[in-house]
Structure formats: structure tokens, C-alpha cells
């Protein structure tokens, strides 16, 4: 049952979402083409997390639609979710459990064999840097470190499209590297990978397509050449969601 | 620094004051108003001894004072409107923040319930006609006896709350608080005691116990101002503003350690082989045998499940009654499973993990209930064999082989049933400040969970009294069984069609239905709330008037033809033993007993069914769109 190949990755159509008055994802529309290394970008409280929580079945949406690989991911779950790895963003993980059985019972959960979870797993932690937390709770984890075992999570049963939000914040820049190499040779190998970041230049060092999202709304989406228009990433993401520095003499007492 | 925290404590308690926290304030303030009522009407009334009034009145103040104590511990949290935590970067000393929080301690609905309740003591002067001086004496003795509640309790809330941070500690708290809670619920073994008493006076070792505590030093002051002995009173008042300090003092330095010590970091766990975790069943149960072993709150349940059962079934030796002996492993059992019906609010948001597995929801059920059974079942058999062999019960056989599994698999069944339905949302584990109080046990779910395991066991109870030999242990068995894979199958479906929702009510705390209303009320202006029926939490909120009307009177009525009309007179025609009281069918001729009964039975089961599935149906819409609700203008 592999993925169709007429499908894009991820797509998804007028999806939106209201919380209390406050329309906080306004009829998006999103296309990850298949083997794309996607970067989501946007300010705080754009409605990254949001989206990308109704992309894979994590929140309801109040209307629209989430395909995965052609498949609605809220019609049919059971199919899509098989598709996808997550890393969702401040929500918890098993944490009376230590990394390695975390993955051997999330991959038993998925009906995988014992050998085969144990085999990973093995070889997950020691790329990521956690074997050495082998007897630590991932309660105790620290921040970097629960990164890291969810990416782990996500990885684990070889998904062919993952959805990471804010995957490399707080890692330190060598787990940083090792993921960043990780997460190349996946989209290498035809993978695809959508993640929400807010270092612009990570997105540029690692992305082919990019979509820039303010207050709900899709604001510019398409290849990285195409939404940068021949400026950095940065200084375009500024000019699209409109922010501004601060004049000088606004909180002047600060310096007294 | 207090008037400002005083402020903000207002501010956050206004804020509050909406929806069900109100309906549980103007509850909980009514309730403790009319007990303190009791008080001060036991302190008025007229007594054939001079000396009872003081001594009832002492003992009331004991079990209230106890209440201060002891309530935070019970019943989760205490009062932690303001958390010191949140302070703990400003440039205060401890000293200044706890003088602070004192204050503000003093402000809420407790405290004034509680300076009602101690007015009980000015009455009582008043009544004794003690004298002007004395009952001036009364009123600052009433205030003292507040500050050193309000500030004792602060104090052995934050020692509990240090000590539970441990194994031992977690357990000791689950032994005590299993000890108080069992001997209340055997009071009634003191009742022959207590009638003694209020004729003959309490015998004097025991007036001079009650009088001893600091609870009963008012009571002192006040008698020996209406005998004139002034040192006396000086010493009882001045013990009471001692202590009062001494709280304070304690609570302060308590307070510096609660800011600046973290949580320590956990030693090394033990890895268990966990070799038997093969399939993804058995995989649930493995992680939630770990989770039993490793979470401190799911082992101060257990512990707490264990004393109590103990406790309850042994407290009656003491006038000789062994009846509950046999009965400990259900006793346990039962209250195993009223501690755990909340395994997804426990667990927090990791649901996610779970909802990114297709098919994991019937897994995840399964496992759980096999990891309770596991945890569960050894300790009740055991249990129940040894004090079987113990008091020599051996013709109980019957009764407690169809109750024990029957407990047994309603408990595995209710337990994921609740846990999906009717979930307490709390802070992430790796969130948690290690304390346990820190979530308070939700004791309506208690109750639930009690009764409907209770209630699983019902058809086993028929079938011994009803039937043969056998039918009891059989039932138990195969009814048990089958009941078990019922109730978890309703959970599995359950929790894969509103998974979500149910994430959301764990990450925001908010249940999805009840957002609607929220949005109306006007946080500024302070308004009466309205008492909340609790019909958004069966999703009745939805409903059309008429049929929501038809539901609450149908489940609510049910049970008179079902049971009052229809099973009590069936089992005392097959019986035998026939008094006919308010069954209508006794009262009719003979050939028309049975048809009455069929009847009874046939319109309370469709009131029941009717009630239920309406019900249900919008129980299942409303978790389905409270959200989508919530964009109406
Ligand atoms: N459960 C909720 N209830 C009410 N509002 C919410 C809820 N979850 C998110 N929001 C609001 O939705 C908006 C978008 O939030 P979201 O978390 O999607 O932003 P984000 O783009 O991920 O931001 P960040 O970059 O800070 O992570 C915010 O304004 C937030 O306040
Ligand atoms: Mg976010």
C-alpha cells in the first residue's frame, strides 16, 4: 500500500479552526509536493502549532480538509496516520518510562517485532546522543533531550512524511548537526518533511519550499527562491508580516 | 505587601467565580455553614449536665480544627490561590512573603465559615451566663483559635507536602489519611458509646483529653473567666497566640525550603526486563505496570486502598463484630478501582502518542485493563483467602467466589470506562512540582466510580440469593468476564471517536461543551452565579428542553417500577417473605401479581433505555461539537 504517487505529501484545503471569538487558523491552503523539505515560518501565535495539529489528527478542525498522500487524515485515520511521524510541540510523552522503553513499547503499540523495535531503537539512541540517559526517566529529560526522544518517536516505525514542530529548538548545535544529517538523508531517500521553525536560517540552510504564515493566514508559499524574491529570508519575512523595530526612546528607562 | 497580595487574592477568587468552581464555592460555603450552624445550635441547647455543652463543643471544634488539618491532605491542594512560587523572583525576604500569605490566607469562604463555627464558643459563654468579662474573653479566644487553625493548617500542609515527596512518606500520608477516613465511615461502632454519654456525661478522662487539645483551650479561658481564675485564662490565651506564632514560624522557614530546593532529581530507575511485552496488548500493560511502580501518586493510592480495607474491616473487632473480615479483598478491590478511573487525566497529554498509532486506541484499553487486573487481583485474593482461613468463614464460599471476580472485572471495565468519559484533567507529570497535593482528588468520581463497580456486581449478588449452588460463582466468572470486555469495549470505541476532544480537555483544562456559556459572562461585574446542574457534563446542555426534561425524569424515575415495583416484589413472591408496604402488585388479587410486575419491570427498563440512549446520543454530539459551537456570534 505505498503512497500514490499522484498525491502531494501533505495538503491541505481551507482547513480552519475558531477558539473562542478568535479565528485562529483562517482557511488555510497548503501543498507539500512529495520528497520536499517543507519550512513553516511565522510569528508567535501565527497558528503554526495549530495547523499543524489538524494536518495529523490532533485537533479537530472546524472545517476544511487534511490530505495525507490523498488520504483525509480525519476520514480516514487508520491509513494516514501509518504515513506520518510527529513531533508536536509542548505536549507530553510517556514519562515514567526511560528512552529506550519509550520506543520498545510505542513500537510494540504499533505491532512491530520485538527484534526489529529493539534494533532501531538501539541504533535511534545512539545516533541522537541519549544512550548514555539509558537509566534516566524521560521526565527527568531535559528540554534538548525530549526533543530528541520524540524525534526518535517519530522516526521509529520509518514514516514517510514527517510533520515536526519546532524540532531543533533548545538542542545543542552537535545533536543539532547529527539531525539536521538525519533529516537530509530522509528527504534524500524521498522522504518528506514539514517542520515550523523560527530560525530563518536554518529554514534556508535546509529547505527547498517554505510557506509564511501570519494571523491564520497563508501569506506567501512556494519555493524558497520564489518566497525569498531574491532577498534574504529574513528581511522578506519582515516585509510580509510587518513587524517593526523599535524607535529609539521606547522604554527609555530600561537604560537608566 | 499583605493588602496587596489580599488584592490580588480577591482578584483571582472574583475571576473564579464562574461556572462550576462558583457552584462548588456557593456549595462547599453552604455546607460548611450549616455545619457550623450544628455548632452553635449545640452550643444553645439546654443539657441535663453543666459540663456536656463544653465537652460536645469541644469535641465539634477537634473534628473541625482536625478538618484544617487534615482537609488539604485528603481531599488535594489546600488553599493555593496565591502559590509562593510565583513570588519567588520578586526581592521579598520569607519572612515578608509568608507574613503576606498569612494574610491573605485569612480571606475566603473557609475562614469565614470557620469564624462562624467558633462563634459557637461566645454562645455558649453567653447561654453558661458566665459573665460580661467571660464572654469578652470568648470573643478574642474565637479569634485566636482562627489564626491557629488557618496558620496549623498552612504548616502541616507544607510538612505533608515535604514528606510526600518520598516513598515512605507517600505511603505514611495513605496510612493516615486510610485511618481517618476508615474510622469516620466505622463511627457507628461508637454510637452505643456516644448515647451513654449524652446522658450520663463523658467519662473524665476523656473531657480532660478534648480540653487538652489546643482545639479546646477557648473552651478553657472561657470557663475559668466564669470561675474567676484569671491566671488560667491568661495561660490558655496566651498557649493559643504561642502557638499561633509557632505556626507561623514553622510555615515561614518551610516556605524558604519549598522556594529554593527543586525537586530532586530521581536516582537511576530499575529496568526490568519487561521480556513478557510482546504485542502491543501486552506492551500497554508493561508500561502501565511501570507507571503503578514509578508514579508516587499511583502508589500512595495503593497504599491508601490497602489501609483503608484494613482499617474498615478491623475497626468492628473492637466491639467484637469480624462480619467485614472476609470481605477485605473486595473492600480493597473496590477502592483500588475508585483510585484509578482517572488513567488518561493522569497521564496528561501523552494521549497524542497514542492517537498517532492507528488502532491503538483498543490496545491501549485492553493493556490497562489487564495492568489493573494484575495489580489488583493478587493482593484482593490473597486478602480474602487469609481472612477466610482466618475467622473460620469457610461457608461464605459461595458469596465471596461470585463477588470478589465479579468486583474484579466491573472494576477493570469501570475503571477505562470512567477514565474516558469523565476525565480530571491535571498538570503533566513533568510538569508537576512533586508534590502530590499539589492535585487534589476529584471525590465525586470517587463516589462514581464506587458505586457503578458496586453496581457490576449486582447480578452475582442475584444469582447466589436466587439461584443454585453454582449460579453465584458462575455468574461472578462469566458475567464478570463479559462485563469487563463490555465496558472496555464502549471505552475503546469511545476513545477513538473523540480522542481529540479529549486531548483538548487535557491540554486546557477546559471540557469542550463547557466553553460555550464561558464566553457570555462578564468577567468584570460580579454576579450571582447560577447553580450548575451539571448537564453540560452529560452533554445535556445540547438538548432540546422537552427532551432533556424526558431524560432527567426518566433515569431519574426508572428505578421505581423497575426496582421498587418490579424486583423487590418478584423476589418476595419467589421468596416467600411477603410484606406488601407500597408494592402495588402485593395489593392486587393473585392471578394478576406477575403481569403487574412483568409490566413494572418492561416500563422501567424502557424508561431506563430510552433515558440512557437519549442521553448518550447527546452526550456524544456535544463532545463532538462543543467546539464547532463555540464560533456562534
Ligand atoms: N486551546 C486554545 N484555546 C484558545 N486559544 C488557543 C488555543 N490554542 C491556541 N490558541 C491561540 O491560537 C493562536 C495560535 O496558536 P499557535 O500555538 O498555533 O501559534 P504558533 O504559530 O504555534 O505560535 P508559536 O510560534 O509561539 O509556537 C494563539 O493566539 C493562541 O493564543
Ligand atoms: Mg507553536
Not at chain 2, 512518606?169 to 481517618?180: C, P, R
Not at chain 2, 508500561?287 to 495503593?302: K, V
Not at chain 2, 482499617?311 to 478491590?333: E, Q, R, S, Y
Not at chain 2, 488513567?343 to 492517537?355: A, P, Q, S, V
Amino acid at each position: 500500500m505505498g503512497p500514490s504517487s499522484r498525491y502531494a505529501a501533505l495538503r491541505l484545503a481551507a482547513l480552519t479552526k475558531t477558539f473562542g471569538r478568535k479565528m485562529v487558523v483562517d482557511h488555510i491552503d497548503l501543498e507539500v509536493p512529495r520528497g520536499s523539505f517543507f519550512g513553516l515560518v511565522g510569528p508567535n501565535g501565527a497558528g503554526k502549532t495549530t495547523s499543524l495539529s489538524m494536518a495529523v489528527g490532533l485537533l479537530r478542525p472546524d472545517g476544511g480538509r487534511a490530505e495525507i498522500f490523498g488520504l483525509d487524515a480525519w476520514a480516514d485515520p487508520a491509513r494516514a496516520k501509518k504515513l506520518i511521524g510527529v513531533l508536536p510541540d509542548g505536549l507530553s510523552m510517556p514519562e515514567r518510562l526511560t528512552g529506550r522503553e519509550l520506543l520498545r513499547f510505542t513500537g510494540l503499540l504499533r505491532g512491530m517485532e520485538l527484534k526489529e523495535v529493539e534494533r532501531r531503537a538501539g541504533e535511534l539512541l545512539e545516533v541522537l546522543e541519549l544512550d548514555e540517559a539509558e537509566r534516566t526517566l524521560v521526565m527527568e529529560y531535559s528540554t534538548g533531550m525530549r526533543k530528541k526522544i520524540g524525534l526518535a518517536t517519530a522516526l521509529l516505525h520509518a514514516p514517510r512524511l514527517l510533520v515536526l514542530d519546532e524540532p531543533l529548538e533548545a538542542v545543542d548545535p552537535v545533536s543539532a548537526a547529527s539531525i539536521k544529517v538525519i533529516l537530509q538523508r530522509f528527504v534524500g531517500s524521498g522522504g518528506s518533511v514539514v517542520f515550523s521553525s523560527h530560525v530563518m536560517a536554518l529554514v534556508e540552510q535546509l529547505c527547498d519550499h517554505v510557506a509564511v504564515i501570519a494571523s491564520g493566514r497563508v501569506v506567501a508559499s512556494g519555493t524558497l527562491e520564489a518566497v525569498r524574491a531574491g532577498r534574504s529570508l529574513e528581511e522578506r519575512f519582515v516585509s510580509l508580516v510587518g513587524g517593526q523595530v523599535p524607535e529609539v526612546g521606547e522604554l527609555a528607562w530600561l537604560s537608566s | 505587601m499583605a493588602v496587596l497580595l489580599i488584592q490580588m487574592k480577591l482578584a483571582v477568587l472574583r475571576h473564579s467565580m464562574t461556572g462550576r468552581r462558583a457552584a462548588q464555592m456557593v456549595t462547599g460555603a453552604l455546607t460548611g455553614l450549616a455545619l457550623a450552624g450544628g455548632l452553635i445550635v449545640l452550643a444553645g441547647r439546654d443539657y441535663p449536665l453543666a459540663s456536656l455543652p463544653f465537652d460536645l463543643l469541644g469535641v465539634g471544634f477537634a473534628l473541625w480544627t482536625a478538618g484544617w488539618l487534615l482537609g488539604p491532605t485528603l481531599f488535594g491542594g489546600g488553599d493555593e490561590t496565591l502559590r509562593p512560587e510565583h513570588f519567588s523572583l520578586l526581592s521579598f525576604t520569607p519572612r515578608r512573603l509568608a507574613a503576606g500569605l498569612a494574610g491573605a490566607a485569612f480571606v475566603g469562604v473557609a475562614p469565614l465559615v470557620t469564624l462562624v463555627a467558633f462563634s459557637a464558643l461566645v454562645v455558649v459563654a453567653v447561654k453558661a451566663g458566665v459573665g460580661a468579662a467571660a464572654t469578652a474573653v470568648g470573643v478574642l479566644a474565637v479569634v485566636l483559635q482562627l489564626v491557629v487553625c488557618v496558620l496549623a493548617s498552612r504548616l502541616v500542609t507544607a510538612v505533608l507536602g515535604q514528606v510526600m515527596r518520598s516513598k515512605v512518606g507517600a505511603a505514611l500520608a495513605a496510612l493516615v489519611s486510610a485511618a481517618i477516613l476508615a474510622g469516620l465511615h466505622s463511627s457507628w461502632v461508637l454510637s452505643p458509646l456516644v448515647q451513654a454519654a449524652l446522658r450520663t456525661g463523658f467519662p473524665a478522662p476523656f473531657s480532660a483529653c478534648v480540653v487538652a487539645l489546643p482545639s479546646g483551650w477557648g473552651l478553657v479561658a472561657v470557663r475559668a473567666a466564669g470561675q474567676g481564675q484569671w491566671p488560667t485564662v491568661a495561660v490558655a490565651l496566651a498557649g493559643l497566640a504561642a502557638l499561633g506564632v509557632m505556626c507561623w514560624y514553622g510555615w515561614a522557614a518551610l516556605l524558604k525550603r519549598r522556594l529554593t530546593t527543586r525537586r530532586p532529581s530521581g536516582r537511576p530507575v530499575r529496568v526490568a526486563s519487561g521480556g513478557w511485552a510482546k504485542g502491543p496488548m501486552t506492551a500497554v500493560a508493561a508500561r502501565e505496570l511501570r507507571t503503578w511502580s514509578r508514579d508516587l501518586l499511583r502508589f500512595h493510592y495503593l497504599v491508601f486502598a490497602l489501609c483503608y480495607a484494613l482499617a474498615f474491616c478491623l475497626l468492628p473487632l473492637a466491639i467484637d463484630a469480624p462480619i467485614f473480615l472476609p470481605w477485605t479483598g473486595a473492600v480493597f478491590a473496590l477502592w483500588v478501582a475508585a483510585i484509578s478511573a482517572n488513567l488518561y487525566g493522569e497521564d496528561g497529554t501523552e494521549l497524542w502518542c497514542k492517537m498517532m498509532v492507528p488502532g491503538a486506541a483498543r490496545h491501549d484499553v485492553r493493556g490497562r485493563q489487564l495492568a489493573w487486573l494484575l495489580v489488583t487481583a493478587p493482593p484482593t485474593l490473597v486478602l480474602t483467602a487469609a481472612m477466610v482461613v482466618f475467622t473460620g468463614e469457610f461457608g461464605l464460599w459461595p458469596w465471596l467466589a461470585a463477588l470478589v471476580p465479579a468486583l474484579l472485572s466491573g472494576g477493570a471495565g469501570v475503571t477505562v470506562l470512567m477514565s474516558v468519559l469523565r476525565p480530571v484533567p491535571m498538570t503533566d507529570p513533568h510538569r508537576r512540582g512533586g508534590n502530590l497535593l499539589e492535585n487534589g482528588t476529584d471525590f465525586a468520581q470517587v463516589l462514581l466510580v464506587l458505586i457503578l463497580t458496586a453496581a457490576t456486581a449486582a447480578p452475582a449478588y442475584f444469582a447466589v440469593r436466587l439461584g443454585p449452588v453454582w449460579a453465584g460463582p458462575v455468574m461472578g466468572l462469566a458475567g464478570g468476564a463479559a462485563m469487563a470486555w463490555l465496558l472496555g469495549r464502549l471505552a475503546a470505541t469511545r476513545l477513538e471517536s473523540s480522542a481529540p476532544e479529549l486531548l483538548l480537555h487535557l491540554r486546557t483544562g477546559v471540557s469542550p461543551k463547557r466553553r460555550r456559556p464561558a464566553a457570555a459572562l462578564d468577567l468584570a461585574r460580579p454576579h450571582l452565579p447560577k447553580p450548575d446542574l451539571g448537564l453540560d457534563k452529560l452533554g445535556l446542555d445540547l438538548a432540546p428542553t422537552g427532551r432533556r426534561a424526558y431524560v432527567i425524569a426518566s433515569l431519574t424515575l426508572c428505578w421505581v417500577p423497575l426496582v421498587a415495583q418490579g424486583i423487590v416484589p418478584a423476589l418476595m413472591l419467589t421468596t416467600g417473605h411477603v410484606t406488601p408496604s407500597w408494592l402495588l402488585a402485593l395489593h392486587l388479587p393473585q392471578h394478576l401479581q406477575w403481569p403487574t410486575i412483568i409490566a413494572m419491570i418492561a416500563l422501567g427498563l424502557v424508561l431506563l433505555t430510552t433515558g440512557l440512549g437519549i442521553g448518550l446520543y447527546y452526550l456524544a454530539r456535544s463532545r463532538r461539537d462543543g467546539i464547532k459551537l463555540d464560533d456562534g456570534p
